[in-house]
Each structure stands twice: as C-alpha cells, then as structure tokens.
C-alpha cells in the first residue's frame, strides 16, 4: 500500500496518475494469435511470473486470438488506455513510425539469427523508442520465425504468383513485395485471413509455420514453399502514459520479468516453428515445397528491388545496419 501511496504522489507530480488507483493495476494483454504460438506462450508466462512475483500490485488478463481486440482496433486501444500490452508484429507499426518496415524487407535477414543480432545491436535497439512521440513504449522484441509462403497452387518460381491474390498485414513494403511479382496484395486482418482464404477471396498468404500451422491454413492452402523470405517478429509495447505511471519498484520487477519471458520466447521460438512444420509435413494435407538454392535466388531477385523504393524513408543507415548481421565477422 505504501509503495502505491508513493508512486500516486509521483504519478501526481509528473501529471501521470493513469496506472495510480488504490487496488491491483491491471494489465490487460491482448493478442490475436493461438495460445501454442510462441506469442501466445510467452503472454501466458508474463501472467504466470507476475502472479508469482507481484501477485498483491499487479493483475494480468491475457486475451488471445483477437477475443479483446483485433489488428484493426488494438492500437487505438492501446493509445486509449483500455488495453495495456500489446506484441504486433513489426509489420503492423507503419502507421506510428516508417522505420520499423526494415524488419519487411524481402531477403534481408538470412536467418532468425541474424535478425536477433540485429535486435540485439544499437540500431535495433533504439527502434524500441521510434514511437515514444507516438505515446508507444517499445520493451522488448519477441520473435516468431522466418516467413513462408502458401497458395492454392505450387509458388515454385515468382511467376507462379502473377494473378494471384495474397493477404498481407498492413505493411506498405509487404504491399510492395507482392505488387512486383504482378500479384494483388489484400491488406486483412490476421482474423480475417482464414474466412478470405476459404471464400476464395484471396489465392494465397505468408506467415511462420507456427502460425500457419495453429490457424489451419493447411486445407484451404495445399501449397507451402519454404522460402524463408522474410521474417514475422513482434514489438511488445505498452502505452507510454501508463508505463511511465506505474511505481517505480513496480516497473523494475515487470522489467526484470519481461527480460525473463523474452529470453524464454525467443529461444522457444524456433523449436515450436519446426515442430509446426512437421505437423503440417506429417497431416498429408500440404505439399510441403523447398526450393533449390536457384530457386531462391529467382524470387530474391524477384522481390528485392523493393528495398530501393523503401530505403529513403526507413533511413538507409537503418538498411545497412541490417544488412551488416549477416556477415558473421562482425
Ligand atoms: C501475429 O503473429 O501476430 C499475426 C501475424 C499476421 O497478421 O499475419
């Protein structure tokens, strides 16, 4: 209670008494992905800490699958308070901030390794408070996995994919990335993909297999190319308001439990995105296509040339920054 009579003070005196109530804060985490995701996993192990280590202070509600709120209204919410944790993927920030559509850009990270030394770097680092103007505190990185990409026929070459239509997230790079290859890019909702795709609104979708794998894609989308082209990673971020109004003591612990959980997605990631791959492999209901490494290089090739339309207002020093971890010297 004394700790909550002191960070009220200081909440009044820096103007910020959003989180200052008398009972538990509340922390309502929403997301829109399964529970077996690796974002799923580790929002369940943020409340589990939390309870452990800060049960009396802090109350968490996680809500999964889009339950609370969805692509298209969660950030507002966020910006309104009415929802205090959030972990989109890098590609839902456009809107807030340009720079994060690095993270989009076809080919340039080789693996998920790669990205993490990326993340883990100055330049990655200060992308967390690319969006503090915004009201949006940028705390850790959680990775997913490398993108694959799926359709109703085989995408052995980019020319397969001319005509076809694909969802994306509403990332302007992503639009790009499918507009180049002659193919329609449909900007949905991660809710609404599976109905698009099963009304045959749409031919085809990227995603990591984990994710491919828990929303059932496989029926609607016989054809999965390990391309590896890129990368779904998320932000998890808090509205600055309300962050920088909590107790002192209390953001300390939630940092120390953050670090602890990130650390636990992110080595869990690439584990449940193999073992998503081998079910989808093992259910007989995907053709599961790999490319030779000619292949690759065509739809390298192919969708690299966004990289110059986006250099500019990413900031070029951001590009090469990132197109520096993959060269294992440094
Ligand atoms: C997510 O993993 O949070 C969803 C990604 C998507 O919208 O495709």
Redesign the pocket.
């Known amino acids: 209670m004394k700790m909550f009579l002191s960070g009220l003070a200081l909440a009044l005196l820096t103007g910020n008494a959003i989180a200052a109530t008398d009972g538990p804060v509340l922390i309502k985490f929403s997301?829109?992905?399964a529970d077996d995701?690796p974002?799923g996993q580790g929002a369940l192990l943020f409340k589990k800490l939390v309870e452990e280590r800060l049960g009396e202070q802090v109350r968490v509600e996680v809500h999964a699958n889009s339950s609370l709120y969805g692509?298209a209204n969660e950030l507002q919410a966020l910006l309104n308070n009415d929802v205090q944790l959030l972990?989109?993927?890098l590609?839902?920030f456009s809107q807030y901030t340009p720079k994060l559509q690095v993270f989009d850009l076809p080919f340039l990270f080789d693996d998920l390794d790669a990205v993490n030394r990326f993340q883990k770097r100055a330049k990655g680092r200060q992308l967390l408070s690319a969006m503090e103007k915004r009201n949006i505190t940028g705390l850790a990185y959680w990775h997913?996995g490398m993108k694959q990409l799926s359709a109703t026929q085989p995408l052995q070459s980019p020319a397969a994919a001319k005509g076809l239509a694909f969802r994306i997230?509403s990332s302007p790079v992503l639009e790009s990335q499918f507009q180049i290859l002659g193919a329609k890019a449909v900007k949905l909702?991660?809710a609404d993909?599976l109905p698009a795709l099963r009304s045959g609104t749409v031919q085809g979708?990227e995603?990591?297999w984990s994710?491919l794998y828990s929303q059932q894609y496989a029926p609607v989308q016989p054809y999965m190319v390990e391309s590896n082209h890129g990368v779904?990673d998320?932000m998890l971020v808090s509205n600055s308001k309300f962050w920088s109004s909590l107790p002192y003591s209390v953001r300390i612990e939630l940092d120390a439990i953050i670090d602890e959980v990130t650390y636990a997605v992110n080595n869990a990631a690439e584990a449940q995105n193999r073992e998503a791959r081998e079910q989808l492999a093992a259910s007989g209901k995907v053709n599961l296509i790999t490319l030779s490494a000619q292949e690759r290089d065509a739809w390298r090739k192919a969708m690299q040339p966004v990289w110059k339309q986006f250099e500019g207002e990413i900031g070029a020093d951001i590009v090469h920054a990132a197109e520096q971890v993959n060269r294992r010297s440094n």
């Open positions: 997301h829109v992905v995701t974002k692509d972990a989109p993927s590609s839902k997913n997230q909702p991660f993909t979708t995603n990591s994710n779904l998320y």
